[in-house]
């Protein structure tokens, strides 16, 4: 399946007239492009569905919560969406969004719990080389860049050296890949090849990641 140009191009006006007028004579313009979006994602989670396993899936909603925003425009111009993983012995979830000039996908532990974050330090505290293998695995590189994308703090999370070696690790807030997409790279025929491609080299990440908050610092599972 490919994602259709006239829907990235009604993204793109969007993005230009993002005002209520413009989009409510449109609308059933939007209705169309939303079931072509949800029938692209449904394609991804089939995808998924072959190498892993898929809990839930949400496709986010076009209409923005603009209360507490000092942007007032009403609409998202984009198509989001996120895969979560089943069970408690599988963590990390997928993430797409299809917006022109701004398309990504990303996977991984956006702003983790108190003590999830705090496990994982514990673990990069104790060796990170196991993180750090995967970090620079040729796959994950090349999907990825090689890194972590997210927010850091400015020095050592209360309770850990600031000159341990894997500070740069143990500062981040959070542990997401991220893959950016050319609008180019959307319209192309194998893009959903490519999206699948890019979750399964998350795949040793969240292999890593599912073992170590499932354990304790003994490697004792903590699952009843």
Known sequence: MQFKKSALQFLSDLKENNNREW??????????????????????RK???????????????????????????????????????TGKQLRGGYYLRIRPGESFLAGGFWQPNKDD???????????A?????????????????????????KSAPRGF????????????????????????????PDFLATIDASFLALRPFFDYMSDVLTTNLNGESLLD
């Open 23 to 44: 989009f409510s004579e449109r609308k059933d313009a939007f209705k169309e492009k939303q079931i072509h979006a949800k029938n692209f994602y449904a394609a991804i």
């Open 161 to 188: 050296d600031k000159e341990h070696p894997s500070i740069d690790l143990l500062r981040k807030k959070g542990f997401v890949a991220v893959r950016k997409f050319t609008d180019k790279e959307v319209l192309a």
């Open 129 to 153: 080389t196991e993180l750090r293998a995967i970090l620079k695995d040729p796959v994950y590189v090349k999907n990825f860049r090689g890194v972590f994308e997210g927010e850091e703090l």
């Open 47 to 85: 995808n998924l569905e072959k190498h892993d396993e898929i809990d839930t899936f949400k496709l986010y909603r076009i209409y923005r919560d603009v209360r507490f925003s000092k942007d007032k425009t009403p609409y998202q111009p984009h198509f989001a969406g996120a895969f979560s993983r």
């Open 117 to 127: 974050l705090f496990r994982i330090r514990k673990e990069i505290e104790l060796d």
